[in-house]
């Protein structure tokens, strides 16, 4: 059932828009739909009114932003890229199809990463109406032929992410005991499967596993590091929720 509520400290089109999710696309009439799960969404906000079919938990409304960002140093690179984007907030995601997504995304940009997931679910998802389709679980991407994940615009991305979806389908990926472990050997059990390095797999963890203190470092966000800051900076700089900080710096340098 639709949902109207007021909403403090949150930017829907920065959450939505910032590269961290590849399933919504912006309306003309201003309402973002995305499909999350097995379920298509409709959400629109208005100043501080949220309103639509979401999910609380996938928008993370229930954190408080001040505290996580009470815990940034306080540099002003960071302090004018949070002040930019405030409202910014990390989503919760399935984490096969996070997982599934970012190894797709590898040297693609945003706009080619959301063809190639649409390509997956029109291909392989089930339908959720005439134009909307669920990501395909990874027993469908484990049976998968090559030519069929070949078709989606993959490339030599198709033999990496059939290879992650047949351990996820095995058993020999627990990708709900990422959640439980320490963040070392979460990144460890990530990074064994092919095609996947620090990059996606911190993604992963940031976006899916609630590790917040992963930092991905891209090309954007290595970019942001050397413009903004005059010596090296490491991830455990930016504290415990180094990854929300990450992901501001990320959307900020994108938004130059």
Request: aromatic share 10%.
């Amino acid at each position: 059932m639709p949902k109207r509520i007021n909403v403090t400290d949150f930017n829907l089109a920065a959450t939505l828009e910032c590269g961290q999710a590849f399933r919504w696309s912006r309306q003309p009439d201003g309402w973002y739909e995305g499909v999350v799960g097995q379920k298509l969404h409709r959400v629109r906000q208005t100043g501080d009114i949220l309103e639509g079919d979401f999910d609380s938990h996938y928008l993370a409304l229930n954190v408080s932003l001040p505290a996580i960002t009470a815990t940034f140093p306080k540099d002003a690179p960071l302090r004018r890229a949070v002040k930019k984007h405030w409202g910014l907030r990390l989503t919760r995601q399935e984490p096969w199809e996070t997982l599934a997504s970012f190894i797709a995304s590898s040297t693609k940009q945003i706009v080619q990463i959301r063809q190639i997931v649409e390509h997956l679910a029109r291909r392989f998802g089930e339908p959720l109406n005439a134009t909307h389709f669920s990501f395909p679980s990874p027993d469908v991407i484990a049976r998968a032929s090559h030519e069929e994940l070949l078709a989606c615009k993959l490339g030599f991305r198709a033999k990496y992410i059939q290879a992650a979806a047949r351990q996820v389908a095995d058993g020999k990926l627990n990708l709900a005991a990422l959640r439980k472990m320490e963040y070392e050997r979460a990144l460890e059990e990530l990074m064994a499967l092919p095609g996947v390095g620090e990059k996606i797999g911190n993604c992963v963890l940031l976006f899916s596993c609630g590790h917040e203190n992963a930092f991905p470092i891209d090309v954007w966000v290595r970019r942001a590091l050397e413009r903004l800051y005059r010596h090296p900076v490491e991830p455990s700089y930016f504290g415990r929720y180094a990854g929300w900080a990450g992901q501001y710096l990320f959307h900020n340098e994108r938004n130059q």
